[in-house]
């Protein structure tokens, strides 16, 4: 490789993990959220807050980035790469662990955003989308054989108790509710004249709408997960976000999912997830002048 092809592949890693960061950095300060931190305050959390939150995505940057360079130094999907990717999201949770005093903050979205950084250092001129989510669900698919003997997770209880597939399942299916549920949502919301921020919202409760969040499950139970489904569809059937009836159900659902301590950090990662997916394709187009 030349000197400029280097400096280039390089570029290119530092712009994924400025993107994963600025993704989370994003989400976090959208608000009014239901029951999520954001700028109003913790929601649902007591050991959560918007300062720890923004430190912890910033101590996320070398991890992406390593990520990144890991994805262009193997050029394709392999299970090499799944197994370094893996070390790198270990080394990375461990990293936030440090910065947040033992606090999970980002574990959900290390894990999809990850992947998409990943998939997306793979092949920089083919980053639409979906065929970034596609390379991301190939890689979330490969077994990785250094996962180390893991206590039982949240996650994995409520998994095995509800029959549900969670962060993994939403991964290894090709991030369904970032395709097919967010970014149609952030985009039509968009076209319709919403502000930025209502367009985001919408774009949160439409991935709420279906997620079978395991952080809901497991702080509140299938009756939370329902309520917070039903109540995120009532705001986008009222109108959206933007609208006055919606933003009365907005309020409605935001206190009783406080009420529940039913927080949808899952639905929060995959926000991120989707904004990191936005601003991507917008990058390449700039860089490559096309419609991706
Ligand atoms: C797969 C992960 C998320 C573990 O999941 P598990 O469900 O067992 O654990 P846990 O309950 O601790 O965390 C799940 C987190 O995912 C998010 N989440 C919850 N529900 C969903 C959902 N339906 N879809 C997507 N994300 C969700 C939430 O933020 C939640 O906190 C991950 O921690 C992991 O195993 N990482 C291994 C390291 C790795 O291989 N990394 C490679 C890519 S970086
Ligand atoms: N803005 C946000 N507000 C709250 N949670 C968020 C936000 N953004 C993302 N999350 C996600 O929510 C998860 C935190 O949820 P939760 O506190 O239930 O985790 P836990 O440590 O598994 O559970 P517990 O704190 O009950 O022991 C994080 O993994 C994070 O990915």
Redesign the pocket.
Known sequence: MNAQAARQEQAWADRLADQAVQALLD??ALSP?PA???QRGS?A?R??NLGL?QASAWSLWPGFQAMAQAAQAEGQVTPGLRECIGQLGREAEAEMLRVTDG???????IWALGLLVTAAAIAPDLCEAKAVAYRAAALARLPDRQLPAQST??GQRVMQRYGVRGARGEAQAGFPSVVLNGLPQLRASRRAGAIETNARLDALLAIMATLEDT?VL??AGLDGMLCMQQGARAVLESGGSASLLGRQHLRALDQTLVALNA?P??A??LL?ATLFLDALESDAQRLYGRDC
């Open positions: 989400e976090v959220k999520l931190v954001d929601g959390h050991d959560l939150m606090v999970n903050t980002h574990r959900g979205a997770s949240h952080c497991h702080r927080s950090g899952g929060a990662d991120a």
